[in-house]
């Protein structure tokens, strides 16, 4: 299986890529393949494909499986196993998210909940863990903005990608509004003097 040389480019450079992002550069590599592959691909297909031995193959079809990042098929008549990358870009950025959130991320909330409970013994360990508090509301408020954005369907998605710095302006104008009926509020709640109180 000869690579034309468009996907050939795409293959290396995300297997660069994927090593500068801590995935193995063989796994970058068959994903890659996989995601661009117009037909699901077997272990003997890829190895062909990117001059890979089998075990390097199979090592890396066991990481992307575990990342839920391909899908497993079988095909009539066939006994191999095939791959192929789910068609949905917006599903493999909710299962990355998914998975980075599994591994990287939870693990990191509970150490910080774990030294918040702890009763500091010094000026040193107190504002270490005022730094921690810091560091875990600002982990909790992206993970739940994160769930919220893994409920959105994909229209929804690219719709609020696409308003970008409209957002910001929405944010201001609603701010401005708030202000605006705070201060009509505080003067109705204010008293007014007659001419005969001054």
Same mark, same amino acid.
């Given at each position: 299986?000869?690579?034309?040389?468009?996907?050939?480019?795409?293959?290396?450079?995300?297997?660069?890529?994927?090593?500068?992002?801590?995935?193995?550069? @063989?796994? /970058?590599?068959? &994903?890659?393949?996989? &995601?661009?592959?117009?037909? *699901? +691909?077997? *272990?003997?297909?890829?190895?062909?494909?990117? !001059?890979?031995?089998?075990?390097?193959?199979?090592?890396?079809?066991?990481? +992307?499986?575990?990342?839920?990042?391909?899908?497993?098929?079988?095909?009539?008549?066939?006994?191999?196993?095939?791959?192929? !990358?789910?068609?949905?870009?917006? *599903?493999?950025?909710?299962?990355?998210?998914?998975?980075?959130?599994?591994?990287?991320?939870?693990?990191?909330?509970?150490?910080l909940?774990? *030294?918040?409970?702890?009763? $500091?013994t010094?000026?040193?360990?107190?504002?270490a863990?005022?730094?921690?508090?810091?560091?875990?509301?600002?982990?909790? %408020?992206?993970?739940g903005? %994160?769930?919220?954005?893994?409920?959105?369907?994909?229209?929804? %998605?690219?719709?609020?990608?696409?308003? /970008?710095?409209?957002?910001?302006?929405?944010?201001?104008? #609603?701010?401005?509004? #708030?202000a605006?009926?705070?201060?009509?509020?505080?003067?109705?709640?204010? $008293?007014?003097? @007659?001419?005969?109180?001054?």
């Amino acid at each position: 299986m000869q690579l034309a040389p468009l996907t050939q480019r795409f293959v290396l450079h995300f297997g660069e890529m994927g090593s500068r992002w801590g995935i193995n550069r @063989t796994v /970058g590599q068959i &994903y890659a393949l996989l &995601y661009v592959s117009p037909r *699901a +691909l077997n *272990a003997d297909d890829i190895g062909e494909a990117l !001059a890979f031995s089998r075990s390097n193959v199979s090592m890396g079809l066991k990481e +992307l499986q575990s990342w839920n990042l391909v899908r497993l098929q079988h095909l009539p008549n066939d006994r191999r196993e095939y791959f192929q !990358a789910p068609e949905d870009v917006w *599903a493999i950025f909710r299962t990355l998210a998914e998975e980075r959130r599994k591994r990287e991320i939870d693990p990191t909330l509970s150490m910080l909940r774990e *030294a918040l409970m702890e009763q $500091p013994t010094n000026q040193d360990d107190i504002h270490a863990q005022a730094r921690m508090k810091q560091m875990h509301d600002l982990v909790e %408020l992206m993970t739940g903005w %994160l769930a919220e954005v893994q409920k959105m369907d994909s229209a929804t %998605l690219v719709s609020l990608m696409k308003m /970008g710095a409209k957002v910001q302006k929405l944010l201001e104008i #609603k701010d401005k509004v #708030k202000a605006s009926l705070t201060g009509r509020s505080t003067m109705a709640a204010t $008293p007014h003097k @007659t001419n005969n109180e001054s």
